[in-house]
């Protein structure tokens, strides 16, 4: 696909005719809007909002909600479609059989080793039926925790929506724990059982997952039950409490599904801070699943019988959410086991051909790693029916958009940004497919929030950098924390009465575009400046030969924080000409004030199961400080590497 005429590299520009055919303008056509950032002020309303939401995507009430929102509880516990009756998995699945679309594509998987399959809503249907029956036998029930533990697998999926069926709480951990952190969350949710498999394949290797499902379980006295799931080709062998999850999707059919109160938990997600033990965060069948199919209809643009292929885990907030999100809107989504170097670097372009993938979503580390590869491998697939990208998890850099939008947007198909959390259970900002879009921005505010940017007097700014926060409470939001209601209120609802604080900094022009330079914990402040580490980070990694990049603060008697880049660098790289080329970059982009104290060259960086580089507990290792909870770092073989050049750099700053 040759670029458009109209292509410019750091900005995509809507091909022409294409705005009209988007579910968003379309929407906005019948209610009288043409202008987008006005669009938006009128959907802050939730009155105005939602009910016309519900008509407009069919998000049907099988008991019609009499009130659509009570905060007289307290506006942090605000509840939403008060008296209606619902359940999740009936209105992601059953309901589009009910419709006619039992025949539409699912869910679709890959396999690393070859292996794959589709499941149609009809068949997807049938398994989560026959697997809640399965559940019910051994004594699960509503109210019941489950946690799963499984690979990308579709019984990951079906395993959540049964659970989500009859009314037990499906609770996702990564696939990639260890004992203590899966043990841990076991025991925050209470779990009465485990579902998890023997193994999965990756970079061409099987992975072990039943011995650490076995030792956590062992160590946590509410776990009566350990389902597994045979991946590996070896026969299972099964221990005294466990049971094959073949067994349970055998059985007989469970029947109507029961309609909940919109406030029954239906999943428990986990997410950690900068420190401290994870939180359990709940969310509802009718708060959730009322909620993200917004951003999936509206701002990427999804339709039934679209097929959407993200790389995340079942463990992360993007795995249940494509699930609900996806599913409710009548799109599939592609699961994908695995590496995406194995069996080729191009495995990725193949599944997007062979799968006929519409929505394909990248973390910006992920478009690096792809970039690493050589364009040359995408130009060899013309991905005909890839009409949209999407990316989350960590702040766009403009090496990375520019590389997706030249490569795989070819500068037509728009690249979504969206930033929200497992906590709002949605976009707080988030891309549009009907205005142009400047690199690394949002086009706004997410249609249907009231998001803004304060300072910190509280005070509403534009075109300034300040603390992101929701101003009234919308349906996906966290109906607290598990067992927690004081943790819930001190970490988002303390600063500011009745105000959300979200903990990332964010900028709102007077265009309505929107950026987010990163958490607010990783702000540094040097000599009174306030920066965020992307912009040091993104520098560093415009340096051709530059890989990846993390930046943070060190204590400086002169500045009180002065900036420290480690970069990883690309296979025969001579890492200290890169590393002095990244200073200067940085210095000439910053200014003088702003000149690294030191860029190091790293063999690898310590990065997030979902791919993002781990800024706190590169700093931690690097500072000899505790670098908090690691649960989420993918692997710490780094450690060593990073830690020695931290007492070497201190030695330095002693003499």
Known sequence: MPLPASFEPDRWIPPEGSIERTRLWQFMQRHGFDDYQAFLVAAREPEWFYPRVIEDLGLDWPVPYERLLDSSEGIPFTRWFVGGRTNLTWLAVDRWVERGHGDTVALAWAGEDGDHSRLTFAELAEATDRLAGGLRSQGIGPGDVVAIYLPMVPEAMITVLALCRIGAIAAPTFSGYGTPALRERLEIGEAVALVTADGFYRNGQTVAMLPTARAAAAEVPSVRTVIVHQRLPEPLQLAAGEVALAALTAHEPDGPPPWFDPETPAYLGFTSGSSGRPKGVVHCHGRFPYRLPVEIAYNFDARVGDLICWLTDMGWIMGPGLITGALVNGTGFLMVEGSLSTPGPDRLWQLVEQHGVTHLGLAPTVIRILAGFGEELPARYPMATLRVLGSTGEPMTPDAWRWAHRHIARGVRPIINISGGTEVGAGLLVGAPIVPMRECRFAGISPGID??????????VIDTEGELVVRRPFPSMTYGFWKDPERYLETYWSRIEDVWVHGDRAVIYEDGSAELPGRSDDVMNVAG???????????????????????????????????????????????????????ETATAVLGKAMRPKAVLAVSELPVTHSGKVHRRVARGWFTGTDPGDLSSVATTDCRDDIMRLGESFREKGEQ
């Open 529 to 583: 400046k306030r920066l965020g580490p992307t912009e040091f980070e993104a520098a560093a990694t415009s340096v051709d030969g530059v890989l990846g990049a993390a930046a943070f603060g060190v204590p400086d008697p002169i500045k009180g924080e002065a900036p420290v880049i480690l970069v990883t660098t690309m296979p025969g790289g001579q890492p200290e000409t890169l590393a002095a080329e990244v200073a």
């Open 451 to 460: 998001v803004a940017v304060f300072d910190d007097e509280g005070r509403e």
